[in-house]
């Protein structure tokens, strides 16, 4: 026989799943370059409030989403979200120009080479940055 939980339980169980608000106007997931060169692979809005500070937005120099639509990262509200807005047409040539420069200075690898679509060459871009060790290379 099946262990009866309190009523209340029961209705705590059921009560729906509520997810934070998506602040940026983007499809994920999205690069960040900052002022060394470093590039933060973000998933979605959650990651990217995790990765990013509020007082240190502007030393994100670039950003691209899975379309490679450069952004801009500004904050909004009270609680001083980072969110990311599109501020241009895709750049596929700006992009593969970051990620080129980045697995130069930062991993012994060699960057991933382009690929169509975009959003495709995109995740996977941040798939191996997130799964390859970064280490500052001598110029």
């Known amino acids: 026989m099946p262990i009866r939980r309190p009523a209340f339980l029961q209705r705590l169980r059921r009560r729906p799943h509520r997810q934070a608000p998506h602040v940026s106007p983007v499809d994920f997931p999205c690069l960040l370059i900052d002022d060394d060169g470093l590039m933060l692979p973000c998933a979605d809005d959650d990651e990217l409030q995790q990765l990013t500070e509020p007082d240190f937005t502007d030393e994100i120099t670039a950003a691209f989403d899975a379309s490679a639509r450069p952004l801009q990262v500004h904050l909004v509200g009270e609680r001083r979200a980072i969110a990311l807005r599109p501020v241009g047409e895709p750049d596929p040539d700006a992009l593969v120009a970051h990620v080129t420069a980045y697995f130069h200075h ?14 495709i060459c995109v995740t996977h871009v941040a798939t191996v940055v997130r799964d390859t060790p970064t280490r500052r290379r001598r110029p």
């Open 106 to 119: 930062w991993t012994d690898r060699t960057a991933p080479i382009p690929a169509e679509p975009t959003h």
